[in-house]
């Protein structure tokens, strides 16, 4: 048998230079050229110490002008800029969890949306003291829907969600006043916060900033992540594949990108109609390929297989392929380049949301009430489109791995029961894998999610951690484009266990697992917050004590410092590969990476160098281990 080889990031920027040169030839634009445009960045801007929310301004602080015409210092306006950058992710991450919402409330036996997962839906009804029953399931669905949307706006309480937390974590966040009330509130009171001659004093802004995150993570996301398993299916384990290879010559190859998964189920749905693949037939195709990018990639992996093509930076080599009819988006991290980058090309650049117009594409407005009509109407614009193919542009590159994905907490927690006889569980619960952490066979667990950046290379820092971590024996869990950079290399396959150390290197042969598992989207890290809340509760270990912490390598947009804010206030320190744009005050930068741990326990660590950022992770979790006395 030949020997499993990771794809080398070498490989794969050899494969995007020739992609580059068929977008030279048709007089193509790239994030490559475009960063090198950009020159260097602004420092009042990469510092956050330009203020410009109002029109005084814009105010830039300097040692000669350390006040704003206001009289704001620097310490406010960093903070400021820190809350509304927060307040953007948490706004973002949890209109896409109220989309979802709004899907389940419109579900019906015979309509476009179904419950699929019914004992899902009915463990979340009972959470919420919801009658199930003698009940009609579509009752019930649409009961906990309205009683979701009411999260969005309900005037008093808290999120309902919070329960889920450790008793501990509760109270810290009760007595931090750090508990999100409804979710627009924390990003409207964000907003109000922060405009002119409200709040200045960073420990408030900060503040604020762990209560909106937290509304998203333990609201929003929470709420997308859990009604889309309702609506589509919980992931359990199953195998696909990753990287440009999975585009096929000689098929109609939609790619779908964007967030909200009711548009790419329906795709998905439709692209296997009899009359579909027939109608491709007749063009001369052998059939339909659907493949991903971002994290829709990550949420129809999971659930039906879907290969994955790229994350987030390779969105614009799907196109330069020339064999991409129609790259259809919904929201969040698409590229505007995608329009004209089209147009040189055959492809239709599809967007179907409200919430994402742009300029240079197809319009096909898509909802719950009319997703199948249009979703039959996309798969049918992309297949009469093959034969308008440039074939003297098709390039697809060779490259592709397996992967095996599907581990939401439900498929991690029976899938780890099989590693401990001891620990069987019928019911399944975290304990196996506390025993593993507790025996020293597995050191602990990183959560690495988040984005890519032009300032690191193209997943290199998502990569090299990654292999450094198994080496050392820490499991990891994925989410987001840090998922799609581990299956492009090979690292969600499961012979990559070849990679890890000798203890977790005989979990992933019992549990027969990748060692690095594939958890889902962006919102889908709430179910790494409900991991390590059970993790907690069946262990004893409070949640800031275990050796266990998040990592962001990569990461760029501002849903990614929301996440980071209620990853830290849940307990987890989490390290961060970019800067993020508090360098400019020292008293912000200080309660990021540092002064929170009085607080919840835990902080940011901020390290750009990849092999510094890994030793200071390992030593992270080894002083947990030392301090728990495991
Ligand atoms: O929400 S990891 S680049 S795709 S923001 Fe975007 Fe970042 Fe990718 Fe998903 Ni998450
Ligand atoms: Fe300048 Fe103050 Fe206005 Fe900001 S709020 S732009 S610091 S005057």
Partial sequence: MEEFMLT?????????????????????????????????????????????????????????????????????????????????????????????????????????????????????????????????????????????????GKPFGTQRFLKRAPEKTQEIWKRENIEPRAIDREVSCAMHMTHMGCSSEPEALVRQSLRCGLSDGWGGSMMGTEFSDVMFGTPMPQDTEANLGVMEEDMVNIIVHGHDPSLSEMIVEYSEKPEMIALAKSVGAKGINIAGVCCTSNEVAMRHGIPMAGNFLSQENVVLTGACEAIVVDVQCIFPALGPLSKCFHTKFITTSEIARMPDSDFIHFNSENAGENAEKIVRMAVENFPNRKKDLVYIPKMKQKATVGYSYESIVKTLDTVTNSFVDETGSTRPLIECINSGVIRGAVAMVGCNNPKVRHDYAHIELMKKLLANDIVLVLSGCSAQAAAKAGLMSKEAKKFCGDGLRRVCELADIPPVLHMGSCVDISRMMVLVANMSKDSGWDINKMPVVGCAPEWMSEKAVSIGN???????????????????SSKVDGLLQGGLKDWVGACYHVELDVDKLGDSIIEGIEAKRTALGI
């Fill in 566 to 584: 209620y990853v830290v206030a849940t307990g987890l320190d989490t390290y961060l590969g970019v800067y993020p744009q508090t360098k400019g």
């Fill in 8 to 152: 080398t990031l070498e490989e794969m920027e050899a494969e995007t230079a020739k992609l580059l040169e068929t977008g030279q030839k048709v007089g193509a634009d790239s994030w490559q050229q475009r960063a090198k445009n950009q020159g260097s960045h602004c420092k009042f801007g990469e510092e956050g110490t330009c203020c410009r929310i109002c029109t005084m301004g814009p105010c830039r602080i300097t040692p000669k002008a350390p006040r704003g015409i206001c009289g704001c210092d620097v310490h406010g306006i960093v903070g400021r800029n820190f809350l509304r950058f927060t307040a953007g992710g948490a706004a973002t991450h949890s209109d896409h969890g109220r989309e979802i919402c709004h899907t389940l409330y419109l579900t019906s036996e015979d309509g476009n949306y179904k419950v699929k997962d019914p004992e899902k839906l009915k463990k979340i009804a009972a959470e919420w003291d919801i009658p199930t029953e003698n009940r009609d399931i579509y009752d019930i669905a649409h009961e906990v829907a309205e009683t979701g949307l009411m999260e969005y």
